[in-house]
């Protein structure tokens, strides 16, 4: 099952070449237009493969495939868990249990969200690969998109840190935030010695992190964070750095394995853009158990 976007020549449409079309009226950039006009179905004109140079006349229907003839990333497809949130020919929206990583890598070959999906692509016939739009942690839960197609990654990704791509995170803390509201502004680079680990440091990166305290449970408080910047684990190091790391949280804080096994972060809200109607989407997932039980007054 491929993806293609078709676009109806009408008389306003008339005289331009397909080039123009491709990337003024259907939104292909430069990179996309290029991989696929080499493909025999990359483009074509009235089912005729045609060139970039083309000039359909009115009448006529432009359509260009959209999904991947082949997979380059190399990533094994291997059955596992998807709760799926939403899916559409573009696009596809997951609820991510923690503990299961976004990407292969070392330790983690066949038990990756990018493996899962890859083998869900070939049990229903979707031509795909993987084409990820954002990044969870490991441990943490909730909302992630992915793109079924390059150009969908290309458009997600320049939405990111936008207001068209909005991510809300629900965490819980130790202690108690004061103030109750308000924005961490603090760069964050690389840890010295460490491979994984970031802190803030004064040349570090841009980094900006708004929370909220929702409610105070003992000696511990459960907040609404919305991402400014998207770092590699901004909202853990900006907590500890106000003095308040995430419940659980190894890397920053301290495990609490009685507790909860991870750090207690959830994507609970994503709001985009599709990437081909330009519709505005909202999706929103509970907190799952593991974090509801830090929150018992």
Same mark, same amino acid.
């Given at each position: ?19 123009t079309l491709l990337k003024k009226h ?98 229903? #016939?979707? %031509? !795909?690969?993987? /084409? ?6 490991? $441990?943490?839960?909730? @909302? &992630? ?58 040349? #570090?990166? %841009? !980094?900006?992190? /708004? ?6 449970? $003992?000696?511990?408080? @459960? &907040? ?74």
């Amino acid at each position: 099952m491929s993806r293609r976007l078709d676009l109806p020549i009408g008389p306003e449409l008339a005289g331009i070449k397909v080039d123009t079309l491709l990337k003024k009226h259907l939104g292909l950039s430069g990179t996309v237009v290029r991989r696929i006009k080499w493909l025999e179905d990359g483009i074509l004109v009235d089912g005729r493969r045609v060139n970039t140079r083309f000039v359909p006349c009115p009448g006529q229907v432009l359509s260009v495939r959209l999904s991947d003839p082949e997979r380059r990333s190399g990533i094994v497809p291997a059955p596992g868990p998807l709760d799926i949130v939403y899916e559409d020919g573009d696009i596809i929206v997951l609820n991510k249990a923690p503990g299961i990583p976004v990407h292969p890598g070392p330790g983690h070959f066949s038990d990756t969200i990018g493996n899962f999906l890859l083998h869900y692509y070939d049990s229903q #016939g979707i %031509e !795909a690969d993987f /084409h990820p739009v954002h990044r969870l942690d490991r $441990g943490t839960s909730g @909302l &992630l998109a992915v793109a079924k197609h390059p150009h969908a990654q290309e458009v997600l990704k320049s939405q990111l840190h936008t207001p068209g791509f909005r991510r809300v995170y629900l965490a819980v803390c130790e202690g108690v935030p004061s103030p109750a509201a308000g924005v961490v502004d603090a760069p964050l680079g690389p840890r010295p010695g460490s491979l994984v680990e970031q802190m803030v440091r004064p040349d #570090g990166k %841009e !980094a900006r992190t /708004h929370y909220e305290t929702l409610g105070i449970y $003992g000696n511990r408080a @459960l &907040l609404r964070l919305e991402l400014g910047t998207g770092r590699t684990h901004q909202i853990r190091v900006h907590m500890a750095y106000l003095g308040h790391p995430l419940t659980g949280d190894f890397l920053y804080g301290a495990e609490a394995p009685e507790l909860i096994a991870r750090p207690a972060l959830h994507s609970a809200e994503l709001n985009l853009l599709h990437p081909v109607t330009g519709e505005a989407l909202t999706f929103r997932v509970p907190m799952p158990q593991d974090m509801e039980r830090l929150c018992v007054p």
